[in-house]
């Protein structure tokens, strides 16, 4: 069963920019007590923890993506966004938004597709 929401996925050229949202699929589940993040997974390669942040708001990034994404949750904090600027051709994969609800056990999204590309 699908337990977040994500959007924002597409199709854009090198240097271009995407935001992705995550939210949770029911309202039972308050995302803002948790710590949240990003994954993305490229075919054939393993999958790579992008970005995290804290239900306080502490982040966290890739080496990757330093400097280029930016992950932030709005005032509630049952929303997190992934803004993706300087996009690359690298960057292109799948990406997956995670809550981490215990140690042990997380939610997750279904997946939304990046494709940079010229």
């Known amino acids: 069963q699908v337990q977040l929401l994500e959007s924002g996925g597409g199709l854009v050229e090198p240097g271009g920019s995407l935001r992705l949202s995550c939210a949770s699929s029911?309202?039972?589940?308050?995302?803002?007590?948790?710590?949240m993040g990003w994954y993305r997974q490229a075919p054939g390669k393993q999958r790579e923890l992008v970005a995290t942040i804290t239900s306080g708001g502490s982040t966290n990034y890739a080496d990757s993506v330093k400097g280029r994404f930016t992950v932030t949750r709005d005032n509630p904090g049952n929303t997190v966004y992934l803004q993706m600027s300087s996009l690359k051709p690298e960057d292109t994969a799948v990406y997956y938004c995670?809550?981490?609800?215990?140690?042990?056990?997380?939610?997750w999204g279904q997946g939304t597709q990046v494709t940079v590309s010229s």
């Open positions: 029911s309202s039972g589940i308050q995302l803002s007590f948790y710590a």
């Open positions: 995670i809550a981490r609800i215990t140690p042990s056990n997380n939610y």
